[in-house]
């Protein structure tokens, strides 16, 4: 069985512009099963009817801001000129004016205590910041995951003969039980999620599996 995050760091960067500056727009959005990346890319287009190359633009854009990227980032990543790039970049910002204000403030915070504290309480000594926002993201996923696992564990422990035989990246895999499948489809997205988190933006994860090997992994319907 196959357990993966889905688009944990937009969902985290949801929570933190709840969180911190009271703008729930984004988490709204994933909560009403809206697409994030098409919902980006309407604004940078202005147009409700998105393409998917321009929902991959969308895309580009959300994940560049996550990991603090700018201009030339964007110019690279997407092969367009530099007075495009600052277009979709101006264009980013009027969509999302929440991204400015969040980074104002985790610079601020930054700034008066030295260092930023994520999802765990874990302090980050960030020496750059316009990698703070990245930083307090993905430090904040990787917290949850290690968070999950240690649950995952202590529920499979008890009374299970399924385990944990790997983790990649936000993916948790279980060698599993069969006649423990339904039970550990049902349990093991609850103990991935965050009450924290959950109190703004939904955790969701995808389930998967294989009876052969993991190139042959599928959605997990319930069936067999």
Request: aromatic share 8%; hydrophobic share 40%; glycine share 6%.
């Amino acid at each position: 069985l196959f357990f993966d995050y889905k688009a944990i760091e937009v969902r985290l960067l949801a929570y933190y512009l709840a969180a911190a500056i009271s703008d729930r727009s984004l988490a709204l959005e994933i909560n009403a099963g809206v697409d994030p990346h098409y919902s980006t890319a309407q604004g940078l287009f202005q147009t409700e009817d998105v393409t998917d190359r321009q929902r991959q633009i969308g895309k580009t854009l959300n994940f560049s801001i996550i990991y603090g990227g700018g201009t030339p980032t964007i110019m690279r990543q997407l092969g367009v000129d530099y007075k495009e790039a600052k277009r979709l970049l101006s264009a980013y910002h009027a969509t999302r004016p929440g991204i400015k204000i969040l980074n104002e403030y985790i610079a601020s915070t930054l700034d008066q205590r030295g260092y930023i504290s994520n999802l765990y309480s874990r302090r980050l000594h960030v020496e750059e910041q316009h990698k703070a926002l990245n930083a307090l993201i993905q430090g904040s996923a990787a917290d949850l995951m290690r968070d999950a696992i240690v649950r995952i564990d202590t529920f499979l422990s008890k009374s299970m003969s399924s385990h944990i035989v790997n983790i990649v990246h936000d993916e948790i895999i279980l060698d599993a039980n069969k006649n423990e499948i339904s039970h550990l489809a049902t349990h093991i997205p609850f103990l991935m999620g965050n009450k924290k988190v959950e109190r703004f933006v939904k955790i969701e994860t995808d389930c998967e599996i294989s009876w052969t090997n993991w190139a042959e992994k599928e959605e997990y319907n319930g069936s067999r």
